[in-house]
């Protein structure tokens, strides 16, 4: 009889310390913190939750960075991160955070537009939980998240997803996609309100331009390419034609009527703003890579991406190559650039949206590397110091 109850309670311990290791490392990812030293240009950081108390106290709240020139111009509003399993975007922002330097027109940028899909991975995809990047002050840690918002914060999925207002049924996951829930109600889900929420900043604040950085799979046909809302079509089709002609190819698309929820289509249709999408070339997503490492994150070289690629099965622009590969330099890079293109032409087409805005772009990257414009949080003005 003892020896029956020693072993019951042997066996609840290890399971209590197993269920207590995992509980852990579920936490850490949860409540990890990026920092970010933005440049001295910052005017103001505000949340996200200003613009709609809906979502105040909440895991989709996010920090919203203003740099103000104090010069009447344009405004633009920056998203990374609205699917944060895309880093490329997230980084971008970081880049820009630190770095912009602004003399006409307003900037917001929000670096993690879904918080909540930052605080866990994809379920069954197997990928690491952070990748770092090595400069010349020591190494940074980034954290790779999941597509959509964090079940713990919404739950459950319906059966189907009913768009609104358009009422088109979309996949039942895609209600946690802030990417499908665009314009959003401030009185929906989670999800539908933080689209709500920055919605409600793009019309309080009158933004003119909104971008959204995204990262793509090679296998997807709208990589390497600018999406665009029908009343951006014209500044998107030069800022292809120009980046294609100077920096490195990209193509450009007129966002589809029927297709519903995105920010290209709803922000464009239920506000003033010019708004674009943007993808770069993301090989870890890809279903036919190889093992999921850090390395496949920053540097982008697959042997079954390079076979798909001999095989014609690739949309990246310019052809997929596994001695290049596509690393994280070059997809920031062509983030920025792309960027800076659709700033440059929305002030020649309407010169009163104006911006005059220095940040690093993809020569600078191709020479410098990304840790060379991050800076080191140790060494920072405390005053310009955040953790996010
Ligand atoms: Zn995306």
Not at 353 to 380: C, Q, R, S, W
């Amino acid at each position: 009889m003892k020896t029956v109850y020693l072993r019951r309670i042997i066996i609840l311990f290890i399971v209590l310390i197993i269920a207590f290791l995992g509980a852990r490392e579920l936490w850490e990812i949860r409540h990890f913190k990026q920092s970010i030293v933005a440049s001295e240009d910052l005017t103001k950081r505000v949340m996200l939750s200003d613009y709609f108390e809906g979502i105040k106290g909440t895991w989709v709240d996010t920090p919203v960075y203003i740099f103000d020139s104090g010069k009447a111009g344009g405004s633009m509003l920056w998203l990374g991160g609205t699917h944060p399993y895309e880093p490329g975007s997230m980084v971008t922002a970081y880049v820009a955070a630190e770095n912009i330097k602004i003399s006409k027109g307003k900037i917001f940028l929000i670096p993690v537009a879904n918080r909540s899909a930052w605080t866990m991975g994809d379920y069954g995809m197997g990928y690491p939980k952070y990748f770092t990047l090595k400069g010349s002050w020591g190494a940074k840690k980034f954290k790779i998240g999941a597509r959509n918002s964090n079940q713990l914060d919404q739950w459950p999925d319906p059966f189907t997803y009913i768009h609104y207002p358009s009422r088109q049924k979309l996949a039942p996951q895609d209600i946690r996609n802030l990417n499908r829930t665009y314009p959003g109600r401030p009185d929906g889900t989670l999800t539908e309100r933080l689209a709500y929420a920055i919605t409600e900043l793009v019309r309080k604040e009158n933004i003119d331009l909104f971008v959204d950085m995204h990262e793509a799979s090679l296998m997807y046909p709208v990589v390497s390419t600018y999406v665009a809302h029908q009343n951006a079509e014209d500044i998107t089709m030069m800022a292809a034609m120009m980046l294609s002609a100077e920096q490195f190819p990209m193509k450009s698309e007129v966002s589809p009527k029927n297709l519903r929820g995105l920010s290209h289509r709803e922000v464009g249709d239920f506000t003033d703003a010019l708004v674009v999408l943007m993808e770069t070339a993301e090989p870890f997503i890809d279903r036919v890579a190889g093992k999921m490492t850090e390395e496949l994150m920053v540097e982008g070289k697959d042997e079954f991406l390079q076979r798909a690629a001999e095989k014609g099965l690739l949309y990246c622009d310019p052809e997929y190559d596994i001695e290049f590969g596509r690393p994280m330099w070059y997809r920031v890079g062509r983030h920025l650039s792309a960027t800076m293109e659709l700033i440059k032409q929305m002030g020649s087409f309407y010169p009163d949206k104006e911006i005059e805005v220095d940040f690093p772009l993809f020569k600078d990257l191709e020479k410098n590397g990304i840790m060379h414009y991050l800076h080191n949080p140790e060494t920072a003005d405390p005053n310009r110091l955040f953790y996010q």
